[in-house]
C-alpha cells in the first residue's frame, strides 16, 4: 500500500488526510498498546499467525504492521526492517497513533561478542550501549575526548536500561519455552551499522575496527548482543513523555563472532517460532499499568505447549487446505486449456482453415496451449 504524500499538512509530523503517518502509514486505532517489534517480515507474518482477526497495513518504507488479539488482548506486530532510523520512525509514529500506556518488546537475531555465548542462545537485553562511528576522527586525526570511546573511532554510550518487570517476565516465559537451548541475559551492544562498527573487517573501506569486539569485552564484559536497534527501543522508551512507553528486548544468537559459528535454517526457523510465543505470552501477561484489564492470565507450560500445538495444527492445516485448492485450481486450469485447445484443433482440421492443420497431431496441438499451464501446475 503506497504512502499518499498529498495533503501533507505538517512537515513537523507529516500525516496525510485520513490521518495515516508518513512512514509506517498507520493511523488511530490500527496500532495495540502492546507492540511486538521484528526486523524480518517473515517473522512478523509468522508471529501474526498466532493472533485472532488480524488487520495488516503495510507501508512502501518497509514496514509491515499486524494487529489482532491473543486470548483477547489485542497486540500488534511490527516489522521494522534494520538499524536505528527505522526503529525511530516506528516507535514515533505507532505512539502517535495508540492512546496510553505502551509496551514494546522486540524479538531480533543477532551475534555475540561472548566467546562463551553459544549459537541457538536466546539473550535477553536487561540493557544495552550504543556504539557509533565517530566521524570527526574519520576526518581528522584524535577525538574531541569528550565520550567514553573504543579506540579512536567508535564511542559507546552508557548502559541503558530495559524495563525491570517486563524484562523478568520475558526471561520467565523464555525458560518456559524453551529447552534445547540456553537462554541468557546480559547486555547488548546496539551499533549503527552491520560492518564497521560491529568490528566485521572489510577490505574495501578503512574502518579503523580490528580490535572492536576485543576493546568491547575489556570495557562491557557482560556483552551477549551485536545487533542494530534494541538500544535505541530503550532510549526512545526511557525518553518519552509521561512514562508511556516501556520497553525491553531478546535476540536468538545466529553468529559467534569469536569462532565465526553460524546458526542453521532449520534451527533459525526452530527458534524463531519458540522465542515468538514467549515474547508474546510475556508481552499480554504484563500489566500496562496498575488498573490494567487487558491482561492476560499467565499460562502453565503443559497449558501453554496444548494451546500452542493446536494453533500450530490448524495453520498447517490452513496451508494444506491452502495447497489442495492451488494444486486443484491449476489442474482444472491445464485440463480445461487442453480440452479447448483440441477442440480448436479439431475445428480448424474440420474446416480446413490453416495450411498444414491435417498433419498436425492433435497431441502436437494441445500441448501448444497445455504448456504454460503444466508450468503453472508444477510450480
Not at 311 to 339: C, D, E, H, W
Given at each position: 500500500m503506497p504512502t499518499e504524500v498529498r495533503n501533507i499538512r505538517n512537515a513537523n509530523f507529516p500525516k496525510n488526510g485520513e490521518g495515516r503517518t508518513y512512514h509506517v502509514f498507520t493511523k488511530d486505532g490500527e496500532v495495540a498498546n502492546r507492540v511486538v517489534t521484528v526486523g524480518a517480515h517473515h517473522r512478523a507474518k509468522m508471529i501474526s499467525s498466532f493472533l485472532d482477526d488480524v488487520k495488516h497495513v503495510g507501508s512502501d518504507r518497509g514496514f509491515e504492521t499486524y494487529t489482532g488479539t491473543l486470548r483477547g488482548?489485542?497486540?500488534?506486530?511490527?516489522?521494522?526492517?534494520?538499524?536505528?532510523p527505522m526503529v525511530d520512525m516506528m516507535v514515533r509514529e505507532v505512539n502517535a497513533c495508540c492512546e496510553?500506556?505502551?509496551?514494546?518488546l522486540r524479538l531480533g537475531t543477532c551475534g555475540t561478542p561472548s566467546s562463551k555465548v553459544p549459537i541457538g542462545t536466546v539473550t535477553v537485553n536487561n540493557r544495552c550501549v550504543l556504539i557509533t562511528r565517530m566521524y570527526n576522527a574519520f576526518h581528522k586525526e584524535g577525538s574531541n575526548g569528550e565520550s567514553k570511546q573504543i579506540g579512536n573511532y567508535y564511542s559507546v554510550s552508557d548502559p541503558i536500561p530495559a524495563d525491570k518487570d517486563l524484562t523478568d517476565n520475558l526471561v520467565k516465559e523464555l525458560k518456559k519455552r524453551i529447552t534445547k537451548y540456553p537462554v541468557t541475559p546480559g547486555l547488548g551492544a546496539t551499533c549503527d551499522s552491520f560492518y564497521g562498527s560491529q568490528g566485521r573487517i572489510?577490505?574495501?573501506?578503512?574502518?579503523?575496527?580490528?580490535?572492536?569486539?576485543?576493546?568491547?569485552?575489556?570495557?562491557e564484559p557482560e556483552a551477549v548482543t551485536l545487533e542494530m536497534e534494541t538500544g535505541h527501543l530503550l532510549h526512545l522508551a526511557k525518553t518519552a513523555k509521561n512514562s508511556k512507553i516501556r520497553a525491553g528486548?531478546?535476540?536468538?544468537?545466529?553468529?559467534?563472532?569469536k569462532s565465526n559459528a553460524f546458526l542453521s535454517k532449520d534451527e533459525t526457523y526452530f527458534m524463531?517460532?519458540?522465542?515468538?510465543?514467549?515474547?508474546?505470552?510475556?508481552?499480554?501477561?504484563?500489566?500496562?499499568s496498575a488498573d490494567?484489564?487487558?491482561?492476560?492470565?499467565?499460562?502453565?507450560?503443559?497449558?501453554?505447549?496444548?494451546?500452542?500445538?493446536?494453533?500450530?495444527?490448524?495453520?498447517?492445516?490452513?496451508?494444506?487446505?491452502?495447497?489442495?485448492?492451488?494444486?486443484?485450481?491449476?489442474?482444472?486450469?491445464?485440463?480445461?486449456?487442453?480440452?479447448?485447445?483440441?477442440?480448436?484443433?479439431?475445428?480448424?482440421?474440420?474446416?480446413?482453415?490453416?495450411?498444414?492443420?491435417?498433419?498436425?497431431?492433435?497431441?502436437?496441438?494441445?500441448?501448444?496451449?497445455?504448456?504454460?499451464?503444466?508450468?503453472?501446475?508444477?510450480?
Open positions: 488482548t489485542p497486540v500488534s506486530v511490527i516489522a521494522t526492517g534494520m538499524g536505528l496510553g500506556k505502551m509496551l514494546f572489510d577490505p574495501w573501506f578503512q574502518d579503523h575496527n580490528d580490535r572492536l569486539i576485543d576493546e568491547l569485552m575489556e570495557k528486548g531478546c535476540a536468538i544468537v545466529l553468529a559467534q563472532r524463531e517460532r519458540e522465542a515468538a510465543i514467549a515474547v508474546l505470552e510475556a508481552l499480554i501477561t504484563t500489566p500496562l490494567d484489564e487487558t491482561v492476560a492470565e499467565p499460562l502453565d507450560v503443559t497449558t501453554q505447549m496444548k494451546l500452542y500445538d493446536v494453533m500450530k495444527r490448524k495453520q498447517k492445516n490452513k496451508a494444506q487446505a491452502l495447497s489442495m485448492f492451488a494444486y486443484a485450481a491449476a489442474g482444472f486450469t491445464a485440463v480445461t486449456t487442453a480440452i479447448v485447445g483440441y477442440r480448436v484443433w479439431n475445428s480448424k482440421r474440420a474446416n480446413g482453415s490453416s495450411k498444414g492443420v491435417s498433419d498436425e497431431s492433435p497431441e502436437s496441438a494441445c500441448s501448444y496451449a497445455i504448456y504454460p499451464s503444466v508450468l503453472g501446475y508444477a510450480w
